[in-house]
């Protein structure tokens, strides 16, 4: 059973515009969520993340939003860059300590 | 800092066969955590060891076991192989146990089952 879901499985995007990308959860345990980027023959790496406490986090130009009421967190980009072309995961963790991931989304920046 | 080295980094196996993987963590951290990536599922979690203990364990079958040495390092072992093991495999190892240690993944293991 998929806890945490990424219901879009590739973006494509414009230089210089906005890239969104949306990450739902399930159990209203989860009280910390974070977001990881993979390039390919290349484990993730750790972009950004958000407690639950607040609603949102910033980081340069990577912004993470997140609707506890939803269950749903967002991560945006701007501006987009060719090199941000990667596979983004979200996950999320509770009281357990066990991270749990999404399946990812492709996302393709268009110079 | 080296990074998180997994070997080998290729492995061919037939089915029935077992297969042992290792993880080298970051100098200084003592959590490993392993994951199975596979097309549609996502990053998976196996289990996760701090200081030579299993802290957690994920949804997997007993043919899937691990340990952790005192230096850290990790390895993980599936036995009876099947062809839905065929994945990708990353470790991850941070500092401390849980979400109070940011983890630093490896590059993983591509294990096909033939």
Same mark, same amino acid.
């Given at each position: ?31 910390? $969520? ?30 993470? $939003? ?22 983004? $995961? ?8 066990? $991270? ?12 | ?114």
């Amino acid at each position: 059973d998929q806890q945490v879901k990424q219901n879009s499985p590739s973006l494509s995007v414009q230089e210089g515009r906005i890239s969104i990308l949306n990450c739902d959860y399930t159990n209203s345990m989860f009280d910390y $969520f974070l977001w990881y980027k993979k390039y390919p023959a290349e484990g993730p790496t750790f972009l950004i993340s958000i407690s639950s406490i607040k609603d949102k986090n910033e980081d340069g130009r990577f912004t993470v $939003f997140l609707n506890k009421s939803a269950k749903h967190l967002s991560l945006h980009i701007v501006p987009s860059q060719p090199g941000d072309s990667a596979v983004y $995961f979200c996950a999320a963790s509770g009281t357990g300590n066990q $991270f749990y991931f999404g399946t990812g989304t492709s996302l393709t920046v268009i110079p | 800092k080296a990074g998180v080295t997994q070997t080998p980094r290729y492995l061919i196996k037939t089915r029935g066969q077992q297969v042992t993987l290792s993880c080298s963590p970051i100098s200084g951290h003592r959590s490993v955590s392993w994951y199975q990536q596979t097309p549609g599922q996502g990053l998976q979690f196996l289990f996760e060891y701090f200081s030579e203990t299993q802290r957690n364990k994920g949804n997997f079958p007993g043919r899937f076991s691990g340990r952790q040495f005192s230096n850290s390092r990790s390895e993980m072992n599936v036995s009876t192989l099947e062809l839905g093991d065929s994945a990708l495999y990353l470790c991850a190892s941070s500092w401390t146990s849980g979400r109070a240690g940011e983890q630093y993944f490896g590059p993983g293991t591509r294990l096909t089952v033939t």
